[in-house]
């Protein structure tokens, strides 16, 4: 009977614990890291007042999707547009939540006359050192002691560790990483300074994101962390490498946050299609368009299950790991539908396209009271 009774107490128990954590993420996950996730331009500007519901209740960091790339913030030489960005601080002060800066420096959403100069001709190092000084100077400047972390530099490696040859590498030299993280650091000293990039759990790109951040521990300079962004799949990565790379990177000192959280639960478009190459953008295929009109339940679950295995990951790590920050708020607004082939219907997030929350929403919050001592 004494037995019935406690294991009577015990489901009270974990029932009601269960109904304390389900309030929301954020406050499920306090006590481990940071959960966030990424707001488009039409949700900063409050044309999705339900999924500013969302993120009020379960996210509490925010990054900008688009609006703080340097394509949004300086599409013209010396002529800034700070409104979206400036929208987007104001929500995360009224919804209390920490703003993330992204992206100081990219190869992608940056216009072509960064890397232009006077005569048409690829720019001077000079002059584009001057137009990233003035980009990260103004910038960084405008939201110093807002922002608490910049993603400084994004991308710079390729898939088997090597720099990406990228126009900031071809002019600037080796030395470029380095040198937008001093212009931050200085910009903002308080700031925390991040190293973003996809695909870090492959072990080669891995040891390629190691030597940046010991070449910036050997210059002085201040690195925070590293951003894993997290584009995945049912199939990819093994979360074994994910683990290991979390691991490798503590092993440095750095933090890790995951920075752009999706799950993607369509077919694969091309072995290229594994990471976040934004530049790759193929024309519809309706045969690897399978779930239009709805999603299996027996594919929800293993998008589940492999949302819920790197979650178990990430809190098992939640002395290295300082944030996860999903890559939207709902299956609409996701990237995912449009790449790497546009006009597919994808459902990589954590809430359905009427910002409902899908049954992996519960088995996240039921996991932090499962890993609880
Ligand atoms: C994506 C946005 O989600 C899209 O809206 C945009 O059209 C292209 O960029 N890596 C990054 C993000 O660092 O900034 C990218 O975001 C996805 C890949």
């Given at each position: 009977?004494?037995?019935?009774?406690?294991?009577?107490?015990?489901?009270?128990?974990?029932?009601?614990?269960?109904?304390?954590?389900?309030?929301?993420?954020?406050?499920?996950?306090?006590?481990?890291?940071?959960?966030?996730?990424?707001?488009?331009?039409?949700?900063?500007e409050?044309?999705?007042?339900?999924?500013?519901?969302?993120?009020?209740?379960?996210?509490?960091?925010?990054?900008?999707?688009?609006?703080?790339?340097?394509?949004?913030?300086?599409?013209?030489?010396?002529?800034?547009?700070?409104?979206?960005?400036?929208?987007?601080?104001?929500?995360?002060?009224?919804?209390?939540?920490?703003?993330?800066?992204h992206?100081?420096?990219?190869?992608?959403?940056?216009p072509?006359?960064?890397?232009?100069?006077?005569?048409?001709?690829?720019?001077?190092?000079?002059?584009?050192?001057q137009?990233?000084?003035?980009?990260?100077?103004?910038?960084?400047?405008?939201?110093?002691?807002?922002?608490?972390?910049?993603?400084?530099?994004?991308?710079?490696?390729n898939?088997?560790?090597?720099?990406?040859?990228?126009?900031?590498?071809?002019?600037?030299?080796?030395?470029?990483?380095?040198?937008?993280?001093?212009?931050?650091?200085?910009?903002d000293?308080?700031?925390?300074?991040?190293?973003?990039?996809?695909?870090?759990?492959?072990?080669?790109?891995?040891?390629?994101a190691?030597?940046?951040?010991?070449?910036?521990?050997?210059?002085?300079?201040?690195?925070?962390?590293?951003?894993?962004?997290?584009?995945?799949?049912?199939?990819?990565p093994?979360?074994?490498?994910?683990?290991?790379?979390?691991?490798?990177?503590?092993?440095?000192?750095?933090?890790?946050?995951?920075?752009?959280?999706?799950?993607?639960?369509?077919?694969?478009?091309?072995?290229?299609?594994?990471?976040?190459?934004?530049?790759?953008?193929?024309?519809?295929?309706?045969?690897?368009?399978?779930?239009?009109?709805?999603?299996?339940?027996?594919?929800?679950?293993?998008?589940?299950?492999?949302?819920?295995?790197?979650?178990?990951?990430?809190?098992?790590?939640?002395?290295?790991?300082?944030?996860?920050?999903?890559?939207?708020?709902n299956?609409?607004?996701?990237?995912?539908?449009?790449?790497?082939?546009?006009?597919?219907?994808?459902?990589?997030?954590?809430?359905?396209?009427?910002?409902?929350?899908?049954?992996v929403?519960?088995?996240?919050?039921?996991?932090?009271?499962?890993?609880?001592?």
């Open positions: 009977m004494k037995s019935v009774m406690g294991l009577l107490a015990g489901v009270l128990l974990s029932q009601s614990a269960m109904a304390a954590s389900d309030i929301s993420l954020k406050q499920a996950y306090a006590p481990h890291f940071l959960v966030g996730t990424a707001l488009s331009m039409a949700q900063i409050g044309k999705d007042p339900a999924a500013l519901g969302v993120v009020q209740q379960h996210f509490n960091a925010l990054t900008a999707e688009n609006v703080m790339k340097w394509e949004e913030l300086q599409p013209k030489e010396g002529d800034f547009h700070f409104g979206p960005a400036d929208a987007l601080l104001k929500l995360a002060e009224q919804q209390q939540a920490t703003l993330i800066g992206t100081l420096l990219w190869h992608q959403q940056t072509a006359w960064v890397f232009t100069g006077p005569d048409g001709k690829t720019a001077s190092k000079a002059l584009l050192l137009r990233l000084t003035t980009h990260i100077n103004t910038v960084v400047g405008r939201y110093k002691g807002k922002v608490k972390g910049w993603d400084v530099v994004n991308e710079a490696l898939d088997d560790g090597s720099l990406r040859d990228s126009p900031w590498r071809k002019i600037l030299g080796d030395d470029y990483i380095v040198t937008a993280f001093q212009l931050a650091q200085a910009a000293p308080a700031a925390e300074l991040y190293y973003n990039d996809y695909n870090l759990y492959n072990p080669e790109k891995r040891q390629g190691v030597r940046i951040v010991q070449q910036l521990q050997k210059a002085g300079v201040k690195l925070t962390g590293v951003g894993m962004q997290g584009h995945y799949g049912l199939d990819y093994d979360l074994q490498q994910v683990e290991d790379s979390i691991v490798a990177f503590a092993a440095t000192g750095a933090q890790v946050m995951i920075t752009e959280l999706d799950i993607t639960v369509l077919p694969r478009v091309d072995d290229n299609a594994i990471g976040a190459d934004i530049s790759l953008n193929q024309k519809l295929q309706q045969q690897l368009n399978p779930y239009s009109q709805g999603l299996p339940a027996a594919i929800e679950a293993l998008q589940q299950q492999r949302f819920t295995g790197l979650f178990r990951i990430f809190l098992r790590h939640s002395d290295t790991i300082s944030r996860v920050t999903l890559w939207g708020v299956d609409q607004q996701s990237w995912r539908n449009n790449w790497p082939m546009q006009g597919r219907t994808d459902y990589a997030l954590l809430f359905d396209r009427q910002n409902q929350p899908k049954a929403v519960k088995a996240l919050l039921n996991l932090v009271d499962e890993v609880k001592p």
